[in-house]
């Protein structure tokens, strides 16, 4: 019983969050990549933005969902990673799951 436990509990580890797509977006054409896959380095041009949704609280759709401490020193660093490379930064804090849709 306690390995089944341990199982059960390492694959809701694995996944914390269940994809989805708008049907708006299974009706566009994928994006064409300039990079060929074995690439060691992306092929980057053009307009480059970083969109980072950060999740410190949560609304009640998952009440088992604890703070997230640490999350503000996430932000940092990845904004001034990102602005360091001449990204547009575009953050969003603890949006419910319409307003990430919307955004996306």
Known sequence: MEEKHKQGSKAREALDAVPFSSPSARSRSPAI????RDCKYYVIEG?????IFNHYTFDNEEPCLMER???QQ?????????KSLN??????????????????
Not at 33 to 36: C, D, G, K, L, R
Not at 74 to 82: P, Q, R
């Open 47 to 51: 307009r480059k933005k970083a969109v």
């Open 87 to 104: 990204w547009e930064v575009d953050l969003h804090t603890d949006l419910p799951t319409l307003e990430i849709r919307r955004t996306i």
């Open 69 to 71: 401490h640490g999350t």
């Open 33 to 36: 990549v300039p990079t060929s």
């Open 74 to 82: 996430d932000v940092e660093a990845i904004t001034t990673t990102f």
